[in-house]
């Protein structure tokens, strides 16, 4: 309890990863808790940086985003998923896709509305959803296969409801939406006129089952706001560049409370990222293919180690239920880990609701160098019960 923090947001403190990675710095311990690489993107994206910084470019970029950039996330949409956004109206560059969602729900929400969305959710939802004064209603989805009752879905949406707060691929489960998953949300924010923000930053990171944008459904992209991260496409998350795509109402909307939060951010880098969504295909087949290799060698080497792993479909996480190990309380588990042997990971309960199901589930990352991922394994392997 912070006695100069407001009401709304006492219940945040510090987020759970900068507690764990201190925690991975404070012991030496393997850090898979903060998803971050451990290696660095692409060669031709750090000299175009390089570049930009050389080339003077040093100042406030333009409020909405270098043209360059803009132009490349409206070609990235293009060519992956057929989406046509207007790089001048239709496309938002941000502070990464933190500001992205703060910025969005402080533009689109706010006291006596209601947002959706599902737990375990990430944890910047709950707390941006907090600072715009707007009450969430959260969806469970539900261990071992992280599917959600339509009836809870329909429940949790009432007259205040204003927007859908998605987020596929999933942090910090894994899972991607399933098309008839999406087309459900999509009759229901129809039928309940509803906006959806959709939160895509693993959109490249998916190893079973294909990204459906739902901007893509029909009659959705209107409805939309979606959101999008270089950091995780191209393994820079400390560069921030994030962007919204949405009808030009909409992205002037997340901009009015945009340019107060930030105003711009990350000019030299923006020139990098642009040049990182212009990559070949064979870049994100490869990208994909390696962190798949990466997914699969943890979770058996969880598997290894006796714990029950809830196989992930993509992004950097793979989630087990320490119950299988004789434990039950995730968050305790995840402060001893480091001490007992040398290894961090995150408890999920931190991004749920319903305490009960969240206990026993601890996330790991796979997105860092094999030896350092087989180390891990070892450690986790010789770990007393
Ligand atoms: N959304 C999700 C689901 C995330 O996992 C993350 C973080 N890694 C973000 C948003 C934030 O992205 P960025 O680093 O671009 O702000
Ligand atoms: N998105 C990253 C994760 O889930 C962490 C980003 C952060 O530290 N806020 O691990």
Redesign the pocket.
Known sequence: MNPYLVQRLQPFGTTIFAEMSALAVETGAINLGQ??PDTDGPAVMKQAAIDAIEAGYNQYPPGIGIPELRTAISAHQRRFYGLEYDSGTEVLVT???????AAALLALCGPGDEVVTFEPY?D?YAACIAMSGASRCVVTLRAPDYAFDPDDLRGAITPRTKLILL?SP??PTGKVFSRAELTLLAELAQEHDLLVVT?E??EHLVYDGEHVPIATLPDMRDRTVA?G????SFSF?GW???WVCARPELVAAVKTAKQFLTYVSSGPFQYAIAVGLALPDHYFTRFRVEMRDKRDRLCAGLAAAGFEVLQPQG??FATVDIRSFGETDGLAFCRALPHRCGVVAVPSVVFYDDVVAGAPLVRFACCKRTEVLDEACTRLKNLAR
């Open positions: 998803g971050f502070a990464g896709a933190t500001e992205a969602i990430y910047s987020n999933h942090n939160d930053v693993y959101i991260s270089g950091g995780k998350t921030k560049v994030g992004t950097y």
